[in-house]
């Protein structure tokens, strides 16, 4: 194990945090959520536990910083793509927005777990401040898409609010599962496997269709 100097600057442990963050995400590209403990990232670190211990609490405390900063790649990403001014009629939207969701789909599988599992075991701190961020980037996609699109920002709250959750439900049911699928071949039943950029294009398509119209 390599020896573990612990942070003293502010910059030193962000520099930690951020090893921290890349080591869960790197292990939960590979592994079921219940399999990565906190002994298994201090493993994949070369850290001791202890160590580990100086900067989090639990494993949902990680789990929520790395959720939080690829929330904000994806709403920076979509504000990015779809400027103030847009006039895109909703055929060249709804592709513009496909594209984000589907380059952002690893947001999209720690959402799964979010509120059921996350933020149900983190520290009040680190929550309240995943919160902050979280309505911050919201607020200005509603205003963006309420100004874009000429609609109530409680019904761009609405649009925004179905594609997101359509897409964690999506992207789940589109996740690999092994286990699943020897599930389904145990019990030869056919194994559906829905296509990602597809169904989440149609959908946009239908709620612009709705709460856009």
């Known amino acids: 194990m390599a020896d573990f100097i612990r942070a003293r600057s502010d910059e030193q442990k962000e520099q930690r945090m951020s090893e921290i963050k890349h080591a869960v995400d ?3 590209s590979t592994h079921p959520y219940h399999e990565i403990t906190l002994a298994a990232i201090s493993e994949h670190l070369g850290w001791s536990r202890a ?3 100086k900067y989090v609490s639990t494993k949902e405390d990680i789990f929520l910083e790395v959720c939080s900063d690829k929330m904000a790649a994806y709403q920076q990403a979509l504000l990015t793509a779809y400027p103030a001014g847009s006039a ?3 055929s060249v939207l709804t592709e513009v927005w496909t594209e984000q969701l589907v380059s952002h789909r690893d947001y999209f599988r720690y959402c799964d777990l979010l509120s059921a599992i996350i933020e149900t075991n983190c ?5 309240a401040a995943f919160k902050t961020r979280y309505y911050t980037g919201h607020d200005a996609l509603v205003a963006r898409f309420s100004e874009n699109l000429g609609i109530a920002p409680e019904r761009a709250a609405q649009l925004l609010m179905a ?3 359509h897409a964690v439900g999506m992207n789940s ?5 092994p286990l699943i699928s020897q599930a389904l071949e145990l019990a030869g039943l056919p194994a559906h496997k829905p296509d990602f950029r597809t169904e989440m294009r149609d959908f946009i398509a239908m709620c612009l269709a709705h709460y856009a119209a």
């Open 123 to 127: 520290s009040i701190e680190r929550l």
């Open 163 to 165: 594609v997101y959750y």
């Open 88 to 90: 895109y009629v909703p």
């Open 173 to 177: 049911g589109c996740y690999e599962n």
């Open 51 to 53: 160590a580990l211990y």
């Open 26 to 28: 790197e292990l939960f």
